[in-house]
């Protein structure tokens, strides 16, 4: 169990960093919800690739899932920017 979170929160955090790469300009987000939102595109990635698509019977690396984790990522990273930066201005 505690192998399992460790190894989640490791690739969390490789997903969110692939994802901040992809993505174009400077990202003004904490590490921590960098691995955050990794973890979670992870997550929605490989539900999207195994669950939906049927498609996660692969021995080793899933590449395709660990792909659709950084898109899922990076569109996260995308939305939550927007949402945050939308909390700093007021409109008068």
Not at 6 to 25: E, F
Request: avoid cysteine; proline fraction near 1%; charged fraction near 10%.
């Amino acid at each position: 169990m505690l192998t399992t979170i460790i190894v989640t929160v490791i690739l969390g955090a490789i997903i969110g960093a692939l994802a901040r790469l992809v993505l174009p300009g400077k990202q003004n987000i904490s590490t921590v919800v960098t691995v955050i939102l990794g973890i979670l595109g992870a997550l929605i990635g490989s539900w999207v690739w195994t669950g939906l698509l049927n498609k996660g019977d692969t021995s080793g690396i899933d590449w395709i899932a660990l792909i659709i984790g950084v898109i899922v990522a990076a569109v996260l990273i995308v939305i939550y920017e927007r949402v945050v930066a939308g909390r700093g201005t007021k409109h008068v």
